[in-house]
Structure formats: C-alpha cells, structure tokens
C-alpha cells in the first residue's frame, strides 16, 4: 500500500488499484478492485489501524468487475453506503451486465477470455451521482463525469493539498504525461471527457491502472487535451 497524501492511501490488486479516504467519520474506498479481493482491502486497512467495519462510503467509478467487483462483501461487513452514477448503476445493482471494455473491440480474441472472469455480485446502491447530482458524497468529493470506458463512468475531485483527482479508467498517466491507455480508444466521447477534466485544476491524479501523478497532474491533462486539437 502506497500513501498518495495525508490520509488517501493506494491498494494495489495487481494490475488494478483501489483507494482508501481516512476521513473522521470513517474510510471512503474508491472503487473495490476484482471479485474476492476483500481481504486484500482488509490487510490495507489493517495497515492505516482500521478494519472493515470502519468503512462508511463506497465510491465507484464505473461497473467493471475489477472496479466494483468486492463492493458487495465490504458492504455486507461495513454496512457501507454505495454511490454509483446514473449511466452504470443498472449494472452495479445486478439489472444488466456491465458493458465490454472499448479494448475488446479492437482485440476481439480477448472477448472469451473477459467471459471467465468472475462477475461481481449485485450491490445495494444507495445513492445515485453524477456530476451535480453528488448525493451529499463524503470527504467533500466531487463527481465530474468522464463517459466513455463505461457509458457512466466517472471521477472524483478530492479538495485537499493542491486537489487530487480519481480518474478510475477514463485516462492513463505515465511518465507526466497522459494518454487515453490500453482499455481505450479515439472516440469523441473520450476526447470530450478528457477535455472536461483539463477544465479543472488539481496537482495529482491517480488512476485504476497507472502509478498515481504526483505533481503537475491538471498541467497534463491540458497538454494532452490540447493535442487532440
């Protein structure tokens, strides 16, 4: 587990993160990484002297399984109340099945072996978000909707040392800098998401599968919201 600032620390679950929000009313987790992760989450939290039980709020970004995938065992033990956004929160409930990755368009041999993975279980949701409509969100986050991966997925903008954003999957940053990533394609409705984040000013970013950016993150999204003229 890495600490990104005072109080926000990163969860490795392999190729995918999830974050954790000490705040003085409990933990805020960022997204729950892959089915059958939750003791994964519970040694992070263990680390930071928490538990479980002490997990309030559960933020998701979109309804992939690596990113909703442990949100139903933590909330069974936490009791934890679940924000998900309007566009995806049929699929976090368990009323469809959440959406393919634009990636398996362009690489169709991956669409079976997506098909093994195992589903997430439904989740009470009991708050519905999206930007403006943030449902009194914990630690003063704020919902910015970055459509695109998932047709509702969004981020979050946390208001604390310079601004920290939760991109989830709607970027990749590497080496300063960001592209749309692997999981991605050039379609307008990506590009209009990244445009709309460089519309908004923060120092760091992390992200669902990058090393976080710990400095000049907004200046990056700019540049690369720029070059897409």
């Given at each position: 587990m890495d600490t990104i600032i005072s109080g926000v620390h990163r969860i490795s679950g392999g190729y995918v993160n999830a974050y954790l929000i000490d705040g003085d009313e409990g933990v805020t987790l960022v997204d729950t990484l892959l089915p059958k992760k939750?003791?994964?989450?519970?040694?992070?939290?263990a680390e930071i002297g928490r538990s479980l039980s002490d997990v309030s709020a559960i933020v998701l970004t979109h309804s992939h399984a690596d990113?909703?995938?442990?949100?139903?065992?933590?909330?069974?033990?936490?009791?934890?109340?679940?924000?998900?956004?309007?566009?995806?929160?049929?699929a976090v409930r368990g009323h469809e099945k959440p959406p393919p990755p634009p990636m398996a368009d362009r690489f169709p041999f991956l669409k079976p072996i997506m098909k093994l993975l195992p589903a997430p279980s439904p989740v009470v949701v009991e708050h519905v978000i999206g930007e403006g409509i943030n449902g009194?969100?914990?630690e003063d986050l704020q919902v910015i909707d970055?459509?695109?991966h998932t047709p509702g997925h969004i981020s979050f903008l946390l208001e604390r040392d310079g601004?920290?954003?939760?991109?989830?999957?709607?970027?990749?940053?590497k080496k300063g800098e960001i592209t749309r990533g692997w999981m991605n394609r050039a379609e307008p409705v990506f590009d209009a998401s990244l445009r709309h984040?460089?519309?908004f000013d923060f120092e760091r970013a992390v992200f669902?599968?990058?090393?976080p950016m710990q400095a000049g993150a907004a200046q990056a999204f700019k540049r690369f919201a720029a070059s897409l003229g």
């Open positions: 939750e003791g994964t989450i519970t040694k992070a939290l990113h909703s995938g442990s949100a139903a065992a933590v909330q069974e033990v936490s009791g934890a109340a679940v924000y998900a956004s309007t566009g995806d929160v049929a009194r969100l914990p970055t459509p695109g601004g920290l954003l939760f991109v989830g999957d709607a970027a990749v940053g984040i460089a519309e669902g599968h990058a090393a």
